[in-house]
């Protein structure tokens, strides 16, 4: 793999990208405690 990733080498630099993925969720829970679903 890092042969063929040296390929892609330009002017002594190769490229990379970096991703974030980054999730939440969150249940509503009336003050009653009982969870809402919204539909």
Same mark, same amino acid.
């Given at each position: 793999?890092? =042969?063929? @990733?040296?390929? @892609?080498?330009?002017? /002594? =630099?190769?490229?990379?990208? @970096?991703?974030?993925? @980054? /999730?939440?969720?969150? =249940?509503?829970?009336? =003050? *009653? /405690? *009982?969870?809402?679903?919204?539909?």
């Amino acid at each position: 793999m890092i =042969k063929m @990733y040296e390929s @892609y080498r330009q002017d /002594g =630099k190769l490229p990379a990208t @970096y991703e974030v993925v @980054y /999730g939440h969720a969150w =249940k509503r829970i009336n =003050k *009653i /405690g *009982i969870e809402l679903n919204n539909q």
